[in-house]
């Protein structure tokens, strides 16, 4: 089987390149790996692809910049050709990007069966790009590939259990990624704290685009900072640039964004984990640590559910009260919520044997 497999962000290579190891153990499969450029990043040099073991990409579209529908627009036409020329058995498309939705209907307009890893989540708010991208992306696959039992029960009440496709609760690829490069975590160069600081991440649009949301969680910060625990927060440029332009003042540790062996590092010694990020509050989890989320909603309902996530919105109160409460205490995954890092491996023999 010839697979092609479309990647636009850093996260999709991370989850990529434990799945690429499963199909590699298996017989019969070619890989094809479209790498879109969306998330643009200098980092990721022949050192990024080495590290996680991965081969370099086979097309480099270098499509990054501009509006949604122009880049996806974009990436649709470019990822087209490609598939005219490589001439698939199947597609593999990954989460909710832009990336994601341009290979999905580039295939589906071919013709070609699409298998969408992290099929059915749902955070229900129409206003994040991520869910338009991944609700389309499920309507045209015709594998899915949930992570959780959530997932499912979101695909089930939107009518796919009456569809002629494959619904299989594999687990989720990012505890597989998380397990198997643990050993791998380094420290940030040139950081110096103690185990128990809390670990922040700041970048949704929903946050850093509305003014007030903004100053809400910044002060919040601030408090936190003084009152609980030092905060480490590796800081987008774009977060960066929001926070000048309102005119905050940003007194925590702030320090550049990392790579994925030094996020580890930080989730493993850090005392609690404070994002609005979808990936790290699962992340969170995986190495043992409470959450507070900044979002009014979160896909992961599961980690809310059993009380390990706690959604405080952008809430100055609400936020530093959580802070408080959840420093220090640690999860454990009692009921293997997300596979126990063998979901990479159930994907790839299912598509052996589809």
Request: overall charge negative; charged content about 20%; glycine content about 8%.
């Amino acid at each position: 089987m010839k697979l092609l497999t479309i990647i636009g962000a850093r996260p999709q290579f991370i989850k990529a390149s434990v799945v690429s190891r499963a199909i590699d153990e298996q017989e019969g499969f070619s890989e094809i790996i479209v790498h879109t450029g969306q998330h643009f990043d200098a980092n990721m040099s022949d050192v990024f692809f080495n590290q996680l073991g991965i081969p370099r990409p086979n097309y480099q579209l270098n499509i990054h910049g501009g509006l949604h529908g122009e880049m996806t627009g974009r990436m649709l036409a470019d990822i087209e050709r490609v598939m005219l020329k490589e001439a698939p058995d199947r597609v593999l498309v990954y989460g909710d990007t832009n990336s994601t939705l341009a290979g999905a209907l580039a295939a589906a307009k071919l013709h070609i069966p699409i298998a969408h890893i992290e099929a059915g989540l749902r955070s229900f708010d129409m206003r994040m790009p991520e869910e338009i991208n991944r609700i389309l992306t499920d309507q045209v696959s015709d594998v899915l590939f949930c992570p959780t039992t959530a997932a499912v029960d979101n695909l089930a009440r939107e009518g796919f259990s009456d569809r002629p496709v494959k619904i299989l609760n594999v687990g989720d690829v990012m505890q597989d990624s998380a397990l198997f490069f643990a050993k791998r975590a380094v420290a940030p160069k040139g950081l110096s704290l103690p185990d128990g600081f809390i670990l922040a991440t700041l970048h949704r649009a929903e946050n850093t685009n509305d003014p007030a949301r903004l100053q809400a969680i910044v002060n919040a910060l601030l408090v936190i900072h003084e009152t609980v625990a030092p905060i480490v927060l590796p800081l987008h440029p774009r977060t960066r640039a929001a926070i000048h332009k309102a005119g905050l003042t940003l007194d925590v540790h702030v320090i550049d964004p990392v790579g994925y062996f030094e996020m580890i590092w930080l989730l493993q010694h850090c005392g609690l984990v404070l994002t609005d990020s979808g990936g790290v509050q699962k992340e969170a989890f995986f190495f043992g640590k409470s959450c507070v989320t900044m979002r009014d909603q979160t896909e992961w309902i599961e980690l809310v559910n059993i009380e390990v996530n706690e959604l405080v919105g952008a809430d100055q109160d609400g936020i530093i009260t959580a802070v408080g409460r959840r420093f220090g205490q640690l999860v454990e995954d009692q009921n293997n919520l997300y596979g126990g890092g063998q979901a990479s491996k159930c994907i790839a023999k299912f598509l052996r044997n589809i």
